[in-house]
């Protein structure tokens, strides 16, 4: 069992490239989020999805872009990457979130220069 | 919107002390859930807490839950160096399919 498995690790960007970042999880999980960290200013909530074939967004969706066509892999896409998006990025499933425990990966570290 | 609130932000603690953490919610809470970030790592699920005035313990960390459901609290009796990390409280929004972070209690440990 990998559980969230994120790729990649770091990656490195200039302003106005695009990326996906990749998220998968092998627990059959419905619930699947997108959360960014930033220093002093916690985990914030990017895009969600409940189930294969539905999102929505959460607190902070401008700049990104988000599909889920399966119940595991769940991308996010930068369309055109600028330096407010340097983060750490963490993808989490959930079995049903939010009353359900959050399962993240290890994260993606993602500089815009 | 909900807001959830966490403090301190941050704690520096002689190994051996006590240390609490804080969650305040503005809105009643269905459940909140505790997690904890070691440095360099990922959020990882501590405990999830559902009934009003409910304590739960995990070795030395003892969580509780308030009687309104509005705030909870984190506390470790006598902190070693492994407790080091960030500590984040989260609680579903009132929006379905979202949780609120709080901002996180930084604890650093000095040996």
């Known amino acids: 069992n990998a559980g969230v498995t994120q790729t990649p690790k770091f990656q490195v960007l200039k302003t106005g490239q695009s990326m996906t970042l990749q998220c998968a999880q092998d627990?059959?999980?419905?619930?699947m989020s997108w959360y960014r960290q930033d220093p002093g200013m916690g985990l914030r909530l990017i895009h969600y999805?409940?189930?294969?074939?539905?999102?929505d967004q959460g607190e902070v969706p401008n700049g990104y872009n988000v599909s889920r066509s399966t119940t595991e892999d769940f991308p996010l896409r930068l369309l055109s990457a600028a330096p407010s998006q340097t983060s750490v990025y963490f993808c989490?499933?959930?079995?049903?979130?939010?009353?359900?425990?959050?399962?993240f990966g290890n994260g993606t570290r993602l500089t815009v220069t | 919107g909900q807001q959830v609130m966490q403090i301190p932000q941050y704690q520096h603690v002689q190994e051996g002390e006590d240390f609490t953490t804080y969650c305040n919610s503005s809105?009643?809470?269905?459940?909140i859930q505790w997690y904890k970030q070691r440095p360099g790592g990922h959020p990882v699920f501590l405990i999830q807490?559902?009934?009003?005035?409910e304590v739960k313990k995990q070795k030395r960390l003892t969580f509780q839950f308030g009687e309104a459901k509005k705030n909870s609290s984190l506390h470790i009796t006598a902190t070693q160096t492994t407790d080091v990390g960030t500590y984040f409280c989260?609680?579903?929004?009132?929006?379905?399919?979202?949780?609120?972070f709080g901002d996180g209690t930084t604890l650093t440990v000095k040996p």
């Open positions: 809105t009643t809470l269905s459940n």
């Open positions: 989490a499933s959930s079995y049903g979130a939010p009353n359900s425990p959050l399962h």
């Open positions: 989260a609680g579903p929004s009132t929006n379905a399919g979202k949780s609120t």
């Open positions: 627990m059959n999980h419905e619930y």
């Open positions: 807490l559902v009934k009003s005035g």
């Open positions: 999805s409940v189930g294969a074939g539905i999102t």
